[in-house]
């Protein structure tokens, strides 16, 4: 009896710790004498071939993309100005960024966004900007999949929203 499976063969999915992914097949795998089914996802930009165990695709935070309602609400967030928590140590407000990025959330991903965006990168330090391109290619990346446009655009339009809201 073939099960419903939450997720088919060409979907685009998020996985939390590496963005957008897509769904290159569903394969049954052997492990330690257990059948288990596998969803095979491709991260093209890292170059990298995942395989998450149907049954735990859910607990490992695996989902389909954001609705638009849902982009709109982290282009939102991009636009409202916040006073930059300077009293609080890069590296823990690095840790707090890095959590935001891989919770797979588009609306922190874009509070990462916005508070390390600089209109110059005089006063950004080499770890701050890696943080905001890493955080700014991870929701451009959905962006891209739900727009149907590729990466640079999705960048170029979030670009546009930050400029704005300057």
Known sequence: MARKLAFAAGDYIVYPSHGVGRIIGIETQTIASMELEM????????????????????????????????????LDALKIKT?????????????????KINSGDPVSIAEVVRELHRSDDSEQSYSERQMYRAALERLAREVAAIDHVDEAEATRRLEKVLLQAA
């Open 83 to 99: 006073r930059p928590k300077r009293t609080v140590m890069w590296s823990r407000r690095a840790q707090e960024y890095e959590a």
């Open 39 to 74: 969803y095979v996802v491709s991260f093209e930009n890292e170059r990298l071939i995942l395989r998450v165990p149907v049954d735990k695709a859910a607990k490992s935070g695996m989902r389909k993309l954001s609705s638009r309602e849902k982009i709109q609400s982290a």
